[in-house]
């Protein structure tokens, strides 16, 4: 059977629309997987009008047998593993051709043709497949993917595969490494907490990264953060922060942030999540009484110990709206019990920024 590749054309868009409401495979690999809620997949620009996934219909002669997306992962993620890497993402079969194997052998046509199909040369496909789904495993093996499951997905429901064999441990290795920021105002054991989670990271290296030590490089003109109109000099900071955040993750490392980043300070992070870069984000926020009491009373003769600068940033951090979901109440916590948290929340998947 040969198998063309063409884009998403309107004259079959009535036809395809029928097939979503009767059958559909959602991450590509077995036949028998029904999902539902997938119009978005048709209707979704990020398909249609993004330079990095590709909308294509499969036609066996002039009939069509499925619609395909496919995601090529950005240039950031390629230059991590120095390759070019597809995403298998949704293939959704005509139902009146289900059970014939469509799925692995248009899977097959696109490792052994990518450059034609999409434009692409690419070394690596990457694949996810349910945890209890035994069939689409076997099809994954006998088209030569090797599952992938780092100590930090264990638990997920979900799991990725990747062909070919050689690239798993570069895989493995990239998607290990994390970025955690901890935040939370002054006195709320951020410092404390990140350093005992890069001591104990399940990464070979870890860093533990302060971003009051960027401030202090600051020698003229110097405006203290907490002000109004620092937001010049604070914004100009954490991207110099995010930065060198970034050279340590793609070096090998899990960074651990620590440092007053409430969601007026983003940005940076954020778009190293569109980078590709597993992001997680943390507030500690003990009550107001509990942080002011921690803050005023430490030893270390650089921490913010003035009262109502304490206070200040506390409520900044009183009513995050959509960011409360973040937040870690350690209150009636020791630093122990916070890390211990904390490393159950990352070992499920919580916490990740998006």
């Not at 059977?1 to 959602?26: L, Q, S």
């Not at 593993?81 to 696109?110: C, H, K, M, W």
Request: hydrophobic letters at 40%; proline letters at 3%.
């Amino acid at each position: 059977m040969h198998f063309t590749w063409i884009d998403y054309p309107a004259k079959y868009e009535n036809e395809i629309e029928t097939w979503c409401d009767e059958f559909a495979i959602r991450f590509a690999l077995d036949d028998d997987s029904v999902i539902t809620e997938h119009q978005w997949y048709l209707d979704s620009d990020k398909y249609k009008h993004n330079e990095n996934y590709f909308c294509k219909v499969v036609l066996d002669g002039d009939t069509p047998v499925a619609l395909f997306m496919l995601a090529i992962f950005s240039d950031e993620t390629k230059k991590h593993l120095t390759e070019n890497i597809v995403y298998l993402d949704t293939l959704i079969i005509n139902p009146a051709l289900r059970n014939q194997n469509f799925g692995s052998r248009i899977i097959a046509d696109v490792i052994q043709n990518a450059e034609q199909i999409i434009g692409s040369s690419s070394n690596i496909f990457i694949s996810q497949i349910h945890k209890d789904n035994d069939v689409a495993k076997k099809l994954a093996t006998k088209l030569g993917f090797h599952f992938v499951c780092t100590e930090a997905e264990k638990n997920h429901n979900w799991f990725d595969w990747v062909y070919p064999a050689s690239a798993v441990d570069r895989f493995i290795s990239y998607r290990d490494k994390r970025i955690v920021i901890i935040s939370g105002p002054p006195g709320s054991g951020k410092s404390s907490v990140s350093k005992k989670l890069a001591e104990e990271s399940m990464c070979d290296r870890a860093v533990h990264m302060h971003t009051d030590d960027f401030y202090r490089y600051i020698r003229k003109g110097y405006i203290s953060p907490w002000l109004s109109e620092a937001h010049e000099q604070n914004t100009v900071t954490i991207e110099a922060f995010a930065a060198s955040v970034k050279e340590f993750a793609t070096g090998g490392y899990e960074v651990i942030v620590d440092g007053v980043l409430g969601p007026w300070f983003l940005d940076p992070w954020i778009g190293l999540v569109q980078s590709g870069f597993d992001v997680r984000y943390i507030i500690l926020r003990p009550d107001e009484q509990t942080t002011i009491s921690r803050a005023v009373n430490r030893e270390d003769d650089t921490a913010l110990t003035d009262v109502e600068a304490v206070k200040h940033m506390w409520q900044a951090f009183s009513d995050l709206g959509a960011y409360e979901s973040h937040i870690i109440d350690t209150t009636h916590q020791d630093i122990n019990e916070t890390v211990a948290l904390l490393q159950k929340l990352l070992a499920e998947n919580a916490m990740r920024l998006k």
